[in-house]
C-alpha cells in the first residue's frame, strides 16, 4: 500500500507562484501525476511524469506556466506553478500508479492512477 502525503497550496494573488509537494511512503518506480478538481468539475490532469523523470505531460491549460518534476531519493514530486490565475483554483491532487501501458495515452485518466494524496487547496485571487 502505497500512502502519498502532499503539503503546500492556499490562497494566493494572480500572477504569483506556489509549489506542491508529494512524497510517497515507500521506494517510488511509480509514474505521478497532479490533477485538479474545482467545484463542479470533473477531474482533471495538470501534469504528469514517468517513473525515471524522463517524460513529461501537461494540460494545454497550463503549458508554460507549471512545471512537475520528480526527486526519486527523496519520493518526492514537486509541482512548480507559475503566473498562477483565478481559474487554476481547484483542488489539487497528486496521484501514482505503477508503469503500466502507454503513459503517453493514458496519463490522462484518473481511473490508471491506484494510489491518491489527500488533496490541497489552491486559492487564486483576482
Known amino acids: 500500500q502505497v500512502q502519498l502525503v502532499q503539503s503546500g497550496g492556499g490562497l494566493v494573488p494572480a500572477g504569483t507562484s506556489l509549489t506542491l509537494s508529494c512524497v510517497a511512503s515507500?521506494?517510488?518506480?511509480?509514474?505521478m501525476a497532479w490533477f485538479r478538481q474545482a467545484p463542479a468539475k470533473e477531474r482533471e490532469v495538470v501534469a504528469a511524469?514517468?517513473?525515471?523523470?524522463?517524460?513529461?505531460y501537461y494540460a494545454d491549460s497550463v503549458k508554460g506556466r507549471f512545471t512537475i518534476s520528480r526527486d526519486n531519493p527523496k519520493n518526492t514530486v514537486y509541482l512548480q506553478m507559475n503566473n498562477l490565475k483565478p481559474e487554476d483554483t481547484a483542488v489539487y491532487y497528486c496521484?501514482?500508479?505503477?508503469?503500466?501501458?502507454?503513459?503517453?495515452?493514458?496519463?490522462?485518466?484518473?481511473?490508471?492512477?491506484?494510489?491518491w494524496g489527500q488533496g490541497t487547496q489552491v486559492t487564486v485571487s483576482s
Open positions: 515507500v521506494r517510488n518506480p511509480y509514474r
Open positions: 496521484a501514482a500508479t505503477l508503469p503500466d501501458g502507454v503513459f503517453a495515452t493514458n496519463y490522462m485518466d484518473p481511473k490508471k492512477y491506484a494510489y
Open positions: 511524469i514517468s517513473s525515471m523523470g524522463s517524460r513529461m
